[in-house]
Structure formats: C-alpha cells, structure tokens
C-alpha cells in the first residue's frame, strides 16, 4: 500500500502531466513551453523539476513501467505456452493501461506519435523493452540469444504488433478496440513465431 508521501507524489505528477497534455493538445509539443506547464498546474519551476527533468519526460513516464510490466507477465506465463501466446498476453499488460484510462492514454499515445522527438524517446523505451523480452524469452526457450537470434527477432515482432496496434488506434482516435488491433496484428505474425519456437 503506497504512503500518503507516494500519493501526494503521485496525484502532484498526475496533475503536472494533465496540465502538459492539454496545454500540447492546444498549442502542440513544440511550442508549449515548460513555464506554461508550470503555470498552468499552479507549481514552481522547482516543483516541475523535482518531478520530471524535462518536458519530454511528461509524456515518456507514462511508458515508464510497461517494459518491466511486459518482462514480468511474460516471466509469469504457462512454460509450455507457445510464443506467439505468452508474448501476446505480455503485450496485453501495455495495452491494459491503455484501456483503464483510454482518454489520457490516447492524448499520450497520439502526442508521442505526432512529435518527432517524443517519438524517438519511445522508441529508445522500447529497445530497453526488447530486451528484457528477449532475455526472458531465451530463458523460457532454452536458448542463448548471443548465438540464437529467435529470441530478439520474437521480441522485436511483439513489440512492432503493440506499435502498429498503438498507431491505428490513434487515427482511429480511440474508436477502434486496442485489443482487437492487437490480436490482428498477432494473428499476422503468431505463426512465425510458433513455427520458430
């Protein structure tokens, strides 16, 4: 149970980054400067900064958790389950967070694709994100991924499913079933993995 010290971290960061997703909704990413941020939360510079390093960080630290989340179902699931299943049901836990709380998550999702420089941040998320995934795969599998390329090359797939399921959900502006777009995009790639498995 988190501390009424982690709480109020808690709600002060939630109140900063809602300040910065509809200040970036009105005026873009770009030009939303971090003293509006700051003005529109109703906190200090100083605040601003014993929470989030930069503006970018933001909208990244909502990804924060979803690769150790991603590891730790796969870690979690059957032995025997093939990949193509345990790596769907890892991606599942980051869309989940998309769906219990999809406005927010959507604002997020469409701002990091639309900037450039938010985008690139994510995609340096998601090779720490492919690792840990391939690592656990190697361990399920039995497989030294210095020598065994299928555990990254599973890794990688899973983690392009979870992109392509994440852009069209964005232009459907929230409208299509992340889920659904996920299982799509799984069902598309499943038997390479299995096979390979």
Do not use: N
């Amino acid at each position: 149970m988190a501390s009424m010290a982690q709480r109020k971290r808690q709600l002060v960061a939630a109140e900063i980054t809602e300040a910065a997703l509809q200040l970036c909704a009105v005026k873009g990413f770009d030009t939303t400067t971090v003293d509006e941020i700051v003005e529109a939360a109703g906190i200090s510079r100083r605040t601003f900064f014993r929470y989030f390093s930069s503006k970018e960080d933001v909208a990244i630290q909502l990804l924060a958790s979803l690769g150790t989340d991603m590891r730790d179902e796969l870690r979690a699931r059957p032995a025997g389950e093939p990949p193509a299943t345990a790596l769907r049901h890892a991606v599942g836990i980051a869309i989940d967070h998309c769906v219990d709380e999809p406005l927010k998550s959507l604002r997020v999702v469409q701002l990091i694709l639309r900037t450039p420089v938010l985008h690139a941040r994510m995609l340096e998320r998601q090779a720490q994100w492919r690792e840990g995934l391939t690592i656990e795969l190697a361990v399920r599998l039995g497989r030294d991924p210095a020598t065994d390329m299928f555990p990254e090359m599973a890794a990688r797939m899973a983690l392009a499913a979870f992109e392509a399921a994440m852009l069209h959900w964005s232009v459907s502006d929230g409208a299509a079933d992340p889920h659904v777009l996920t299982d799509r995009a799984f069902a598309m790639i499943g038997p390479a993995l299995d096979q390979a498995g």
